[in-house]
C-alpha cells in the first residue's frame, strides 16, 4: 500500500477498495519502525489521525469526498498546527504550541486531507542540509551517510522513504527543490503569492512560499490545487484565480521551446549530472520539444544577492523571539538586557545567529546602500533576464543541483560551501517564478534532480512538462532499498 501514489491511493478509497484507517495505520507503523534511522520527524499524532481518518471513510462512504479526501499528509514544522507543536526544529520554539493553523494546513484539512506528525528540518529553515535542527540532522534514505538536503529534509526524507505519499514544505532559496533532488523526489515551488504565507512561520518574507512534495507531478498538482488560492490575512498572497492543474497534464509537449541557459552548466556542476539532463532533454526532444539556448548572464550573482537579501529579512523577522511573549526563556535572568542577550543566545543555533549578524550588518547606517539597497537592484536585473528569456521559450530547463548528495557532515564547517549547494535555485526565488524539480536518473545511487522553471503563475504549464516526462521514465517509481 506504501508504495502508490497519492493519486493511485485516492481512486483505491474513492472506490472503498482500502480504507483511509488502513492506510493511515500503515504509514504510522512505518514512521515508528523507520524514523529512528533516518530522523525525518519531529512529532507524530497517531490518535487525531485515526479520529480524521474515521471521519474521512465516512465522508467516502457518504459519496461528499474530494481528491485529497483520506489521503495523509505530513507537514514541514514551520507551519503552524493549532493545538500541535510547531518548533521550527529550534531550541527556541521547543515549547510552543501554535494557537491556530496555517492557512495550507486549513485548506488541506478542509479538503479532507489527514495530518500524520510534523517532518524535521533545518532550524527556521536556514540551511541546505537538513543538519542545523536541534533535534539532529535528517539522513538520506538512500544512503543514511549522506543528507537528504534542506530546509525541507524531512518531507522530502518522509515521501522518499514511502512513510507518506505527500508532504509539506517550504522555499525560500531552494529548500523544497534542492532536498526532491537529492532524495529522488518531485518538489514543486509556485509563483511568489500563489500559496498563503499566512502561519507559516518566517525566514525572509519576500522569498518564502510553500508547496508540495510528492511522488509525481501529478500528485504535486492534486496537491497544489488544494493548497493554493488568494488569502485575505495574507498581505503578500495573489488574487490570482486556481487552474485545474490536472487537466492539462496530458497535453502533449510537441512544440514546446526549452529555454537552456549555458551558465547553469558550468565546471560547478559534475559530470553525471550534466549527463542525466542531457538524456532528460534528448527525450523531451523525441516528445516534440524544441532546445533553445539562452543567456541568463548575471546568474553567478544569485548567490550573494540571495545571502544579502534573506539575512536581512531573516534578521528583521526573528527579532520578536526575546524570551518574553513566547518560545525559549533563559533562566534566572539579571536584567532586561541579560534576558534577551541569553534567551537569543542560547534559544538559537549557531547558524541562524550568523544570519541574523550578517542581515543586521547590511542593514546598518553606513553599509544599508553598499550591500541591500544594491542586492535589491541586482534582483530586479535577474528578474527582467529571466523575463526576458521567457519571452523567448516556454520553460527554462536547468539541474537542481550542483551534484548528488554529499556526506553528513562535510560542509557543516564550511558555510559558504553550504551556501553554494544553492547556486541553481536561489534565482529563482528572487524572480518570484516557479519551478519543479524531477528526478532524472542517478549515479553511484544517489538521485539526479531536473528543474523546470515557468513563467508566472505558469504551474500548469511546468507540471504538464513534468508529467510528460514522468510518462516515459521510471525515475520517480524508484524506491530505497531499505524502505521497499
Known amino acids: 500500500m506504501h508504495e502508490f501514489t497519492l493519486a493511485e491511493l485516492s481512486h483505491l478509497l474513492q472506490k472503498r477498495e482500502i480504507s483511509s484507517v488502513e492506510l493511515v495505520e500503515t504509514c504510522l507503523e512505518r514512521a515508528e519502525q523507520f524514523n529512528d534511522g533516518l530522523n525525518c520527524f519531529i512529532s507524530l499524532f497517531p490518535e487525531p489521525a485515526l479520529e480524521r481518518a474515521r471521519h474521512a471513510d465516512e465522508l467516502i462512504g457518504g459519496g461528499k469526498a474530494g481528491p485529497l479526501t483520506g489521503i495523509p499528509v505530513v507537514h514541514k514544522d514551520i507551519f503552524c498546527t493549532g493545538g500541535f507543536k510547531t518548533s521550527c526544529a529550534s531550541k527556541m520554539l521547543d515549547n510552543f504550541i501554535a494557537p491556530y493553523d496555517a492557512t495550507v494546513v486549513d485548506k488541506l484539512n478542509m479538503a479532507g486531507s489527514v495530518m500524520l506528525g510534523k517532518t524535521n528540518m533545518d532550524e527556521f529553515a536556514m540551511g541546505s542540509s537538513s543538519e542545523t535542527s536541534f533535534y539532529g540532522p535528517v539522513r538520506n534514505p538512500w544512503d543514511a551517510s549522506r543528507v537528504p538536503g534542506g530546509s525541507s529534509g524531512g518531507s522530502a526524507c518522509a515521501v522518499s522513504a514511502r512513510l507518506a505519499p505527500a508532504a509539506t514544505g517550504t522555499d525560500t532559496g531552494g529548500s523544497i527543490r534542492q532536498p526532491a533532488a537529492l532524495c529522488g523526489v518531485t518538489g514543486l515551488k509556485p509563483t511568489y503569492g500563489r500559496v498563503s504565507r499566512y502561519g507559516m512561520i518566517a525566514f525572509a518574507s519576500s522569498l518564502d512560499q510553500g508547496g508540495p512534495i510528492t511522488q509525481t507531478a501529478e500528485d504535486a498538482a492534486l496537491m497544489l490545487a488544494a493548497m493554493s488560492g488568494f488569502d485575505e490575512n495574507d498581505a503578500t498572497s495573489a488574487e490570482a484565480g486556481v487552474d485545474n492543474y490536472t487537466a492539462t497534464l496530458n497535453k502533449e509537449i510537441k512544440g514546446l521551446?526549452?529555454?537552456?541557459?549555458?551558465?547553469?552548466?558550468?565546471?560547478?556542476?559534475?559530470?553525471?549530472?550534466?549527463?542525466?539532463?542531457?538524456?532528460?532533454?534528448?527525450?523531451?526532444?523525441?516528445?516534440?520539444?524544441?532546445?533553445?539556448?539562452?543567456?541568463?548572464?548575471?546568474?553567478?550573482?544569485?548567490?550573494?544577492?540571495?545571502?544579502?537579501?534573506?539575512?536581512?529579512?531573516?534578521?528583521?523577522?526573528?527579532?520578536?523571539?526575546?524570551?518574553?511573549?513566547?518560545?525559549?526563556?533563559?533562566?534566572?535572568?539579571?536584567?532586561?538586557?541579560?534576558?534577551?542577550?541569553?534567551?537569543?543566545?542560547?534559544?538559537?543555533?549557531?547558524?541562524?545567529?550568523?544570519?541574523?549578524?550578517?542581515?543586521?550588518?547590511?542593514?546598518?547606517?553606513?553599509?544599508?546602500?553598499?550591500?541591500?539597497?544594491?542586492?535589491?537592484?541586482?534582483?530586479?536585473?535577474?528578474?527582467?533576464?529571466?523575463?526576458?528569456?521567457?519571452?523567448?521559450?516556454?520553460?527554462?530547463?536547468?539541474?537542481?543541483?550542483?551534484?548528488?548528495?554529499?556526506?553528513?557532515?562535510?560542509?557543516?564547517?564550511?558555510?559558504?560551501?553550504?551556501?553554494?549547494?544553492?547556486?541553481?535555485?536561489?534565482?529563482?526565488?528572487?524572480?518570484?517564478?516557479?519551478?519543479?524539480?524531477?528526478?532524472?536518473?542517478?549515479?553511484?545511487?544517489?538521485?539526479?534532480?531536473?528543474?523546470?522553471?515557468?513563467?508566472?503563475?505558469?504551474?500548469?504549464?511546468?507540471?504538464?512538462?513534468?508529467?510528460?516526462?514522468?510518462?516515459?521514465?521510471?525515475?520517480?517509481?524508484?524506491?530505497?532499498?531499505?524502505?521497499?
Request: proline share 6%.
Open 257 to 484: 521551446k526549452i529555454g537552456l541557459p549555458a551558465e547553469y552548466f558550468s565546471e560547478q556542476l559534475e559530470r553525471p549530472v550534466t549527463d542525466a539532463i542531457t538524456a532528460a532533454l534528448n527525450l523531451l526532444e523525441e516528445a516534440g520539444a524544441s532546445i533553445i539556448e539562452i543567456e541568463l548572464p548575471n546568474t553567478e550573482l544569485s548567490i550573494p544577492v540571495y545571502y544579502v537579501i534573506a539575512s536581512a529579512e531573516c534578521s528583521s523577522n526573528l527579532s520578536r523571539y526575546d524570551g518574553v511573549r513566547f518560545g525559549y526563556r533563559c533562566d534566572n535572568p539579571k536584567d532586561i538586557d541579560d534576558l534577551f542577550c541569553r534567551s537569543r543566545g542560547e534559544g538559537f543555533g549557531d547558524e541562524v545567529k550568523r544570519r541574523i549578524m550578517i542581515g543586521t550588518y547590511v542593514l546598518s547606517a553606513g553599509y544599508y546602500d553598499a550591500y541591500y539597497l544594491k542586492a535589491q537592484q541586482i534582483r530586479r536585473m535577474l528578474r527582467d533576464e529571466f523575463s526576458n528569456a521567457l519571452k523567448q521559450v516556454d520553460v527554462i530547463i536547468t539541474p537542481t543541483t550542483p551534484s548528488t548528495a554529499f556526506p553528513l557532515g562535510a560542509r557543516v564547517d564550511d558555510p559558504v560551501s553550504m551556501y553554494l549547494s544553492d547556486i541553481y535555485t536561489v534565482s529563482v526565488n528572487l524572480a518570484g517564478l516557479p519551478a519543479i524539480s524531477i528526478p532524472v536518473g542517478f549515479n553511484d545511487g544517489l538521485p539526479i534532480g531536473m528543474q523546470v522553471i515557468g513563467d508566472y503563475f505558469g504551474e500548469a504549464r511546468i507540471l504538464n512538462v513534468a508529467h510528460q516526462y514522468q510518462q516515459i521514465t521510471d525515475w520517480h517509481k524508484r524506491v530505497p532499498r531499505d524502505y521497499q
